[in-house]
C-alpha cells in the first residue's frame, strides 16, 4: 500500500491515547477480536434509544456533538465517560438530521425534518436566532462557512440556502431544480470550500455541483455516476472533492475541472450514507446502511484494516481535528469511538501481508508457465491435412446466429469449444485470439481456454487461464473454469468456493434458507475485493424470498424485518440498473428468477407487511422511499399507491388516537406526522394533532397546526 500511513502515524505518536494525562485516560488503545481478526470500538456509549442521525467533533478532540431522532442535540465527553455534557438543546419539532460547529466552537448549527435551521449557542444551549425558516422540507446538511459568519443548508426541496450566521438573513439561495423534467432534486449534502468562496452540494440526480457563493452562479456539475449523493467534502487543500454515493461507492474528483481521480473506492455492500476526511488529507472514513464504517487510504483509494462494525445502519461519522480518534453513529442509538493509530497500524500489517500474497502468486504463475512450455515440447500439435479446415472467422464467437437466450450464451461459452473438434487446434485459435484482442474480450477467451486445457487435463494451466480471466473482470464463466482447474489440482476446498453460487441457490430450491443464505454471506465476505454485484443480487433475492414466505404466510412482522434487511441492497441493484445486466440472465435461465419486477412487488409488499405488522410509522417511510425512487408514478402504480396512501393514513389516525388515549402524546404526535406526510391535505391530521400538541404544552407546535387547518378554510 503506497498510502502515506508513516505519516499519519507520526502524527498520533506525537499523542497517543495511551499517553494521556491520568484524568483523561478514560479511553485505552482499541481491543482485538481475535475470533474475527476485527479491530472493537475503543469505547461504546449508548445515551438514548434514537437514531443518531449527525455527529461532529469539536476542536479540541474530545468533545461531540450529536443530532438524534428525537428532536435534540446533545453533547457528550468522549475522553473520559462519554456521558453527556450538562442538558440537550430543544428546539427541533422533529428528528435532527445534520450538525455542524462553528470554527471558533462557540456555535451550533442544526438541521432538521421540521425544515428549519436553528443557530445555538454551545455554552447556555439556547437558540441564538429563532429558527431560520424558508426551506419547505427536510433539512438534510448544515455547515459553516471556514469564517464562521455564514451557515449553508441543503433540503429535500431541490434547494441550497446560505444564511448569514450573525442574523439569520438569507445570503443566497442555490435551485438544484430539474426545471426540463420539474422532478425534484433531494439535496443530501453541502461543505464549504477551504477559502469559503465556494460551496458543493449532493444530490439526488446523482450529481455534484459547485457554486460561488456571492453570485449563486453554479461553477461545475459533476456527473457522479449510478446513485444519489449522499455526502460530499473537500480535501483540506481544496484541489478534490470527495463524494460517498448510493451505489456504494466513493470517489475523488478534481474540484476544478470535475475529472474523476484515480480509481474509486469499492468495499461497502450498501449505500454510504456519510464520509469525513481527516486533517491531513492522508485518509477518509465512510459510514454505511450495511452496518460499517471503512477507512480508506486518499493516495492509492485501498481499505486501511478491517471494517468497523455496528449492529445496525450508520447515518455519521467523524475524525477528530488531529486524526487520532474517529466516531459513529448508529441506528440504534449507539455511538462508537475507534483509536486511528490501531486501524492505520492494522492496515501495515496486512500491506505486508498483501505483498507475501502477491510473491507466492507470482511463484505460482512461474510454476504454471515452465508446465506449460514442457506440454508444448512433448506435444506439439504438427496438423492433419484430413482434419476440416478453420478459417479466421470462426475463431469469433458466431452467437449472433444461435438462439441469444440460450444456456450457452449466458456462460459466453464460444461455439469453437462447445462444439469439441481438435482440442489441440481449439487451444490453438483461442490463444491467436488473446494474442489480437483488447483486455475486454481476453476476459472470455481466457476462461474457454481454461476449460478446453482442463479437457486435455492440463490443470495447471487451466487454473492460470482461470485466474486471468477474473483478473480481467470476474464472470461466472471464469469462476466455474476456475472450479474445475481447482478440482483438477485436487484443491477441493477452493473448488467448492468457486462453485459456491451455485450450491448456495440450490439449498435454497430445497427449502434449507437458512444454510442458503450463510453460505451467501460467508462467500461476499471472502469476495468483497472482487465483483460484488452477483453476490448482492443472490444475496438479495434469497433474503427477498424468505420475507415473501413470511408474508404470504401472515407472519407480518417478520416479513417487514426481511424486506428491511434485502430492500436497500435490491434499491442499490435496481437505481445503478445493476439487476438489468446481461451476465446477470444466468439466474433468469437455471433457476426462473424474473429480476425486472422484483423492485417493485418487493417496495409494494414491504410496505403491506409493515402496515399489517402496525408498525404504521415504518410503512410511511418505506411508501416515501419508494416514492422518491420513481422518476413518474403512474398506472398500477399510481392505483396502488393511492389506495395504500388512503388505508394507512386511516391508520395513523387511528393509533394516534390510541396513544392519545394512553396518555403516549409523543407517539400520538409521530403517528400524527407520519400520516401528515402521506396526505398533507388531511384536516383531521392537522387538528389530532394540535390537539396532541396541546397535551404538551407545546403551544406554538400546536397553533402552527390550527393555522394550517385554518388555511384549509374550516373555522
Given at each position: 500500500?503506497?498510502?502515506?500511513l508513516?505519516?499519519?502515524?507520526n502524527l498520533?505518536?506525537?499523542?497517543t491515547?495511551s499517553?494521556?494525562?491520568?484524568n483523561?485516560s478514560g479511553?485505552?488503545h482499541?481491543t482485538r477480536?481475535?475470533?474475527k481478526?476485527?479491530?472493537a470500538p475503543t469505547k461504546a456509549v449508548?445515551r438514548?434509544?434514537?437514531?443518531?442521525?449527525?455527529?461532529a467533533?469539536?476542536?479540541?478532540?474530545r468533545r461531540v456533538?450529536t443530532g438524534?431522532?428525537d428532536k435534540?442535540?446533545r453533547?457528550?465527553?468522549?475522553?473520559?465517560t462519554?456521558?453527556?455534557?450538562?442538558?440537550?438543546?430543544?428546539?427541533?419539532t422533529?428528528r435532527?438530521?445534520?450538525?455542524?460547529?462553528?470554527p471558533d466552537?462557540?456555535r451550533?448549527?442544526?438541521g432538521?425534518?421540521?425544515a428549519?435551521v436553528?443557530i445555538?449557542?454551545t455554552?447556555?444551549?439556547?437558540?441564538v436566532?429563532n429558527?431560520l425558516?424558508?426551506?419547505t422540507?427536510?433539512?438534510n446538511?448544515?455547515?459553516?462557512?471556514p469564517?464562521?459568519?455564514?451557515?449553508?443548508s441543503g433540503?429535500?426541496d431541490?434547494?441550497?440556502?446560505v444564511w448569514n450566521?450573525?442574523t439569520?438573513?438569507?445570503?443566497?439561495t442555490?435551485?438544484?431544480q430539474?426545471?426540463?423534467?420539474s422532478?425534484?432534486?433531494?439535496v443530501?449534502s453541502?461543505?464549504?470550500?477551504?477559502d469559503?468562496?465556494?460551496l458543493?452540494?449532493g444530490?439526488?440526480d446523482?450529481?455534484?455541483?459547485?457554486?460561488r457563493?456571492?453570485?449563486?452562479e453554479?461553477l461545475l456539475?459533476i456527473?457522479?455516476?449510478?446513485?444519489s449523493?449522499?455526502s460530499?467534502?473537500?480535501?483540506?487543500?481544496?484541489?478534490?472533492?470527495?463524494?460517498g454515493?448510493?451505489?456504494n461507492t466513493t470517489k475523488f474528483?478534481?474540484?476544478?475541472?470535475g475529472?474523476?481521480?484515480?480509481r474509486?473506492c469499492?468495499?461497502?455492500?450498501r449505500?454510504?450514507t456519510?464520509?469525513?476526511i481527516?486533517?491531513?488529507?492522508s485518509?477518509i472514513?465512510t459510514?454505511s446502511?450495511?452496518?460499517t464504517?471503512?477507512?480508506?487510504?486518499?493516495?492509492t483509494?485501498k481499505?486501511?484494516?478491517h471494517?468497523?462494525?455496528h449492529?445496525?445502519?450508520v447515518?455519521?461519522?467523524?475524525i477528530s481535528?488531529?486524526?487520532?480518534?474517529?466516531?459513529?453513529?448508529?441506528?440504534?442509538?449507539n455511538?462508537?469511538?475507534?483509536?486511528?493509530?490501531d486501524i492505520l497500524e492494522q492496515?501495515?500489517v496486512?500491506?505486508?501481508?498483501?505483498?507475501d500474497?502477491?510473491?507466492?502468486?507470482?511463484?505460482?504463475?512461474?510454476r504454471?508457465?515452465?508446465?506449460?512450455?514442457s506440454?508444448?515440447?512433448?506435444?506439439?500439435?504438427?496438423g492433419?491435412?484430413?482434419?476440416p479446415s478453420?478459417?479466421?472467422?470462426s475463431t469469433?464467437d458466431s452467437?449472433?446466429?444461435?438462439d441469444q437466450d440460450s444456456?450457452?450464451d449466458?456462460f459466453t461459452i464460444?461455439?469453437m469449444v462447445?462444439?469439441s473438434?481438435d482440442?489441440?487446434i481449439i487451444?490453438?485459435?483461442?490463444?491467436?485470439?488473446?494474442?489480437?484482442?483488447?483486455?475486454?474480450?481476453?476476459r472470455?477467451?481466457y476462461?474457454?481456454?481454461s476449460?478446453v486445457?482442463?479437457r486435455?487435463?492440463?490443470?495447471?494451466d487451466?487454473l492460470q487461464?482461470?485466474?486471468?480471466?477474473?483478473?480481467i473482470?470476474p464472470?461466472?464463466?471464469?469462476?466455474?473454469s476456475k472450479?474445475i482447474?481447482?478440482?483438477g489440482?485436487?484443491?477441493?476446498?477452493?473448488?467448492?468456493?468457486?462453485?459456491d453460487?451455485a450450491?448456495a441457490?440450490?439449498l435454497?430450491?430445497a427449502g434449507?434458507?437458512?444454510e442458503?443464505v450463510?453460505?451467501?454471506?460467508?462467500l461476499?465476505?471472502?469476495?468483497?475485493h472482487?465483483d460484488p454485484?452477483p453476490?448482492s443480487?443472490?444475496?438479495?433475492?434469497l433474503?427477498?424470498q424468505?420475507a415473501?414466505?413470511?408474508f404470504q404466510?401472515?407472519?407480518?412482522s417478520?416479513?417487514a424485518d426481511q424486506?428491511d434487511?434485502?430492500?436497500p441492497?435490491?434499491?442499490d441493484?435496481f437505481?445503478?440498473?445493476?439487476?438489468?445486466?446481461?451476465?446477470?440472465k444466468?439466474?433468469?435461465v437455471?433457476f426462473g428468477w424474473?429480476l425486472?419486477?422484483?423492485?417493485q412487488t418487493v417496495?409494494?409488499?414491504r410496505?403491506?407487511?409493515c402496515l399489517c405488522?402496525?408498525?404504521?410509522?415504518?410503512?410511511?417511510?418505506s411508501?416515501q422511499?419508494?416514492?422518491?425512487?420513481i422518476?413518474e408514478?403512474?398506472?398500477?402504480?399510481?392505483?396502488?399507491?393511492?389506495?395504500?396512501k388512503?388505508?394507512?393514513?386511516?391508520?395513523c389516525?387511528a393509533?394516534g388516537?390510541?396513544a392519545?388515549a394512553?396518555?403516549?402524546y409523543?407517539?400520538?404526535?409521530e403517528?400524527y406526522?407520519?400520516?401528515?406526510?402521506l396526505?398533507?391535505?388531511?384536516e383531521?391530521?392537522?387538528?389530532?394533532?394540535s390537539k396532541a400538541n396541546?397535551?404538551?404544552?407545546?403551544?406554538?407546535?400546536?397553533l402552527?397546526?390550527?393555522n394550517?387547518?385554518?388555511m384549509?378554510?374550516?373555522?
Amino acid at each position: 500500500m503506497s498510502c502515506d500511513l508513516e505519516k499519519s502515524n507520526n502524527l498520533l505518536h506525537t499523542r497517543t491515547i495511551s499517553q494521556m494525562p491520568h484524568n483523561m485516560s478514560g479511553i485505552p488503545h482499541t481491543t482485538r477480536d481475535t475470533s474475527k481478526g476485527q479491530p472493537a470500538p475503543t469505547k461504546a456509549v449508548r445515551r438514548c434509544k434514537n437514531k443518531v442521525w449527525a455527529v461532529a467533533f469539536f476542536k479540541d478532540g474530545r468533545r461531540v456533538v450529536t443530532g438524534s431522532h428525537d428532536k435534540t442535540l446533545r453533547i457528550l465527553d468522549v475522553w473520559q465517560t462519554g456521558e453527556m455534557v450538562g442538558e440537550p438543546f430543544k428546539g427541533h419539532t422533529d428528528r435532527v438530521r445534520s450538525v455542524a460547529i462553528s470554527p471558533d466552537n462557540l456555535r451550533i448549527a442544526s438541521g432538521g425534518d421540521d425544515a428549519t435551521v436553528i443557530i445555538w449557542d454551545t455554552e447556555s444551549k439556547q437558540m441564538v436566532l429563532n429558527p431560520l425558516v424558508k426551506h419547505t422540507e427536510k433539512v438534510n446538511s448544515v455547515c459553516f462557512s471556514p469564517d464562521g459568519k455564514r451557515v449553508a443548508s441543503g433540503s429535500h426541496d431541490s434547494t441550497v440556502i446560505v444564511w448569514n450566521a450573525e442574523t439569520g438573513a438569507v445570503l443566497a439561495t442555490l435551485d438544484s431544480q430539474q426545471r426540463r423534467t420539474s422532478k425534484t432534486v433531494h439535496v443530501w449534502s453541502v461543505s464549504f470550500s477551504p477559502d469559503g468562496l465556494k460551496l458543493a452540494s449532493g444530490s439526488s440526480d446523482h450529481t455534484i455541483r459547485v457554486w460561488r457563493t456571492v453570485n449563486a452562479e453554479c461553477l461545475l456539475k459533476i456527473n457522479a455516476g449510478q446513485g444519489s449523493v449522499r455526502s460530499v467534502v473537500w480535501s483540506p487543500d481544496g484541489n478534490q472533492l470527495v463524494s460517498g454515493s448510493s451505489d456504494n461507492t466513493t470517489k475523488f474528483w478534481n474540484s476544478f475541472n470535475g475529472e474523476k481521480i484515480g480509481r474509486p473506492c469499492i468495499g461497502h455492500t450498501r449505500w454510504i450514507t456519510c464520509l469525513a476526511i481527516s486533517s491531513d488529507n492522508s485518509f477518509i472514513a465512510t459510514a454505511s446502511d450495511d452496518s460499517t464504517v471503512r477507512l480508506w487510504c486518499t493516495k492509492t483509494h485501498k481499505q486501511i484494516g478491517h471494517v468497523l462494525e455496528h449492529a445496525k445502519k450508520v447515518h455519521s461519522v467523524a475524525i477528530s481535528p488531529n486524526a487520532e480518534l474517529l466516531v459513529s453513529g448508529s441506528d440504534d442509538g449507539n455511538l462508537q469511538l475507534w483509536s486511528v493509530r490501531d486501524i492505520l497500524e492494522q492496515g501495515k500489517v496486512e500491506e505486508s501481508a498483501t505483498e507475501d500474497e502477491e510473491a507466492q502468486g507470482e511463484q505460482l504463475l512461474s510454476r504454471s508457465s515452465k508446465t506449460q512450455s514442457s506440454h508444448d515440447s512433448d506435444d506439439e500439435h504438427t496438423g492433419d491435412p484430413n482434419e476440416p479446415s478453420v478459417d479466421q472467422g470462426s475463431t469469433s464467437d458466431s452467437s449472433g446466429s444461435d438462439d441469444q437466450d440460450s444456456l450457452f450464451d449466458t456462460f459466453t461459452i464460444k461455439a469453437m469449444v462447445r462444439n469439441s473438434g481438435d482440442l489441440h487446434i481449439i487451444e490453438d485459435l483461442l490463444t491467436r485470439e488473446i494474442d489480437f484482442d483488447k483486455d475486454d474480450n481476453r476476459r472470455d477467451t481466457y476462461a474457454n481456454r481454461s476449460i478446453v486445457r482442463a479437457r486435455k487435463f492440463e490443470w495447471d494451466d487451466a487454473l492460470q487461464d482461470a485466474v486471468k480471466s477474473i483478473a480481467i473482470q470476474p464472470s461466472l464463466l471464469g469462476y466455474i473454469s476456475k472450479g474445475i482447474a481447482l478440482c483438477g489440482n485436487m484443491q477441493l476446498w477452493d473448488a467448492m468456493e468457486a462453485f459456491d453460487f451455485a450450491f448456495a441457490i440450490a439449498l435454497f430450491g430445497a427449502g434449507r434458507h437458512d444454510e442458503a443464505v450463510r453460505r451467501v454471506q460467508d462467500l461476499t465476505t471472502a469476495s468483497q475485493h472482487s465483483d460484488p454485484i452477483p453476490c448482492s443480487v443472490v444475496n438479495s433475492y434469497l433474503r427477498v424470498q424468505l420475507a415473501m414466505i413470511a408474508f404470504q404466510d401472515g407472519r407480518y412482522s417478520e416479513a417487514a424485518d426481511q424486506f428491511d434487511r434485502s430492500i436497500p441492497s435490491m434499491t442499490d441493484l435496481f437505481s445503478s440498473r445493476a439487476l438489468f445486466e446481461p451476465r446477470l440472465k444466468i439466474f433468469t435461465v437455471l433457476f426462473g428468477w424474473d429480476l425486472d419486477w422484483s423492485w417493485q412487488t418487493v417496495n409494494h409488499a414491504r410496505c403491506e407487511a409493515c402496515l399489517c405488522a402496525d408498525r404504521v410509522i415504518e410503512a410511511v417511510e418505506s411508501h416515501q422511499h419508494m416514492m422518491s425512487m420513481i422518476d413518474e408514478v403512474k398506472g398500477s402504480d399510481l392505483e396502488w399507491s393511492t389506495a395504500f396512501k388512503k388505508d394507512c393514513t386511516a391508520r395513523c389516525v387511528a393509533k394516534g388516537d390510541e396513544a392519545v388515549a394512553a396518555k403516549k402524546y409523543e407517539t400520538a404526535i409521530e403517528l400524527y406526522s407520519a400520516g401528515i406526510e402521506l396526505d398533507s391535505s388531511c384536516e383531521p391530521l392537522f387538528v389530532h394533532r394540535s390537539k396532541a400538541n396541546l397535551d404538551r404544552n407545546l403551544f406554538a407546535a400546536a397553533l402552527h397546526d390550527a393555522n394550517r387547518v385554518r388555511m384549509m378554510g374550516t373555522n
